[in-house]
């Protein structure tokens, strides 16, 4: 038996409805597929992003409500007072594994070699689905094959493991607010496109990431893609803004970055170089220890050695005759030392850094 869920004691802005039998609420406005999802009930969706409009792409997301005729898209209904909604009728389930298997269908893709394997969205729905290769016999695969697009230094594209769910494409005009990609063609020919189907560098592309972080599949992956074991949650030194990240670190090596979501300033977005400029953090070209030239080389030094040089060449200069320049890959505790040497030491108010946004 079904129960109505009662509204008395909701204030304005709260509904309340009834998914597989329990009583949920959610706030007005809501889809079904949110106030599911808040309640703890899986829905399984590959188009779906908090951050994106609503696409209803998928088809995975249907469920059946009472009083409505046909499956409906829960991530494009808006959730009602009173509505009582199924999740997991054999009528749903029947629809998703015929609309599964006929994304699979025109999939193509090796999971062993697949950089997504275990992150991948399809693989985790699929397998929620229980979908198997039994269930592929009576369906043609797909058989073209498209070009790898590797134009872009610090991401490629695969359409070939593309499903069509048009997180890129939300993404690229609803939070990079850039427009460089869309849905284009038709039928079996439809595919993610640049402008004239160009290369994605020859696009407006700005390599923010913002579309390879929410591709559900293998279909956008970073070059540098290798499954870090902890994260460390930090600010990103490169500018002013100061967007808030995770590094993900495997042994001693940041090898990932993700912008973090709860952080007020960024709500998770970053930029070309806060997403994909760690590499300089392990490039052994980094300095270890002082150099002091001699000779026209280069030569380590101790730190007495070289801080004892600079210093008596510093007394050479006083107020404006010096400037300091400081670093955004310096700590903020560092760059505070250098703008108040530069004041106190030196005389000036000539400081500058590369971050002042
Ligand atoms: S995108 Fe997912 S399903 Fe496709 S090959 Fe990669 S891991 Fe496998
Ligand atoms: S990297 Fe950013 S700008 Fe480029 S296609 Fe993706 S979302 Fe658009
Ligand atoms: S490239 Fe990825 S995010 Fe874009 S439509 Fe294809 S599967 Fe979806």
Avoid at 285 to 310: C, H, N
Wanted: proline share 4%; hydrophobic share 35%; charged share 25%.
């Amino acid at each position: 038996m079904v129960l109505k869920a009662p509204t008395a004691v909701l204030d304005k802005e709260t509904i309340a409805l009834t998914i597989d039998g329990s009583r949920v609420e959610a706030p007005k406005g809501a889809t079904v597929l949110q106030a599911a999802l808040d309640a703890g009930i899986y829905i399984p969706t590959l188009c779906y992003d908090p951050d994106l409009t609503p696409y209803g792409g998928c088809r995975l997301c249907v469920v059946e409500i009472d009083g409505m005729r046909g499956l409906v898209s829960s991530c494009t209904t808006p959730a009602a007072d009173g509505m009582v909604v199924h999740t997991e009728t054999p009528r749903v389930s029947q629809s998703r594994r015929i609309t599964m298997e006929l994304i699979i269908a025109n999939h193509h893709g090796d999971c062993l070699t697949c950089a997504k394997n275990q992150r991948c969205d399809l693989q985790k729905v699929a397998r929620y689905l229980g979908i198997e290769e039994e269930h592929f016999g009576r369906l043609r695969r797909g058989t073209q094959l498209l070009p790898l697009d590797e134009s872009n230094p610090f991401f490629t594209r695969d359409l070939n493991k593309c499903i069509l769910c048009a997180k890129c494409t939300r993404a690229c005009h609803e939070v990079a607010a850039v427009g460089a990609i869309d849905l284009a063609f038709r039928g079996y020919s439809a595919k993610v496109c640049t402008a004239g189907d160009k290369p994605i560098v020859e696009s407006t592309c700005e390599s923010c990431g913002e579309c390879v972080v929410r591709c559900p599949t293998g279909a956008l992956v970073p070059r540098q893609s290798r499954q870090a074991t902890r994260q460390v949650k930090t600010i990103c030194s490169y500018c002013g803004t100061g967007c808030s990240l995770f590094l993900g670190v495997r042994g001693n090596e940041v090898v990932e970055v993700q912008g973090d979501r709860e952080s007020p300033v960024n709500r998770g977005s970053l930029c070309v170089k806060g997403r994909f400029g760690f590499g300089f953090i392990n490039s052994s070209d980094r300095l270890t220890a002082p150099l002091i030239k001699k000779d026209g080389q280069f030569v380590k030094a101790s730190w007495d050695e070289a801080l004892d040089l600079v210093a008596s060449k510093l007394s050479n200069y006083k107020g404006d005759q010096f400037a300091a320049v400081s670093s955004a890959k310096a700590t903020n505790e560092e760059n505070y030392v250098v703008q108040k040497f530069a004041r106190a030491v030196m005389g000036t108010n000539n400081v500058d850094h590369c971050a002042r946004l």
